[in-house]
Each structure stands twice: as structure tokens, then as C-alpha cells.
């Protein structure tokens, strides 16, 4: 079922699945190691703060009422 954080969910991994194809250019390009790694970890963070509380959340509580 489709929850109304699904969304929210949605549009923040698609920001983070761009930020991650600038990582893979960076790579290929052969950027320096310490830009590398900031564009990585923001972006892993990124992806960290999308979904845990939103997703999680609201479906834990849905799925206990059957919806």
C-alpha cells in the first residue's frame, strides 16, 4: 500500500540517486579523494535521513490497523 511519506520518500532518493551519479563522474573523471569522499557522504547521509523516521514509521503504524 501506498503511504502518503511514500512520496516524500520517493523525491528525496531520486535527489540522492543524482547526487550519487555526480560521485560516479567524479570518479571516472579522477577527482581528488577528499572531494570524493564529502560528495559521499552527504550523499549516504542524505539517503539516511530520507527514509528511516518517514517510511518506517508510518508504515509500522499502518500495517497494525491492516491498511
Known sequence: ???ES??????RLKRSE???RKV???IEDGRP???LALWMITSLCR????V???LAGDCRGRQA???
Not at 47 to 50: L, N
Open 24 to 26: 560516479i563522474r567524479m
Open 47 to 50: 539517503v539516511r535521513w530520507a
Open 6 to 11: 511514500h512520496v516524500d520518500v520517493a523525491k
Open 65 to 67: 490497523d491492516g491498511r
Open 52 to 54: 528511516p523516521g518517514r
Open 33 to 35: 579523494c577528499t572531494e
Open 1 to 3: 500500500m501506498k503511504h
Open 18 to 20: 543524482g547526487r550519487l
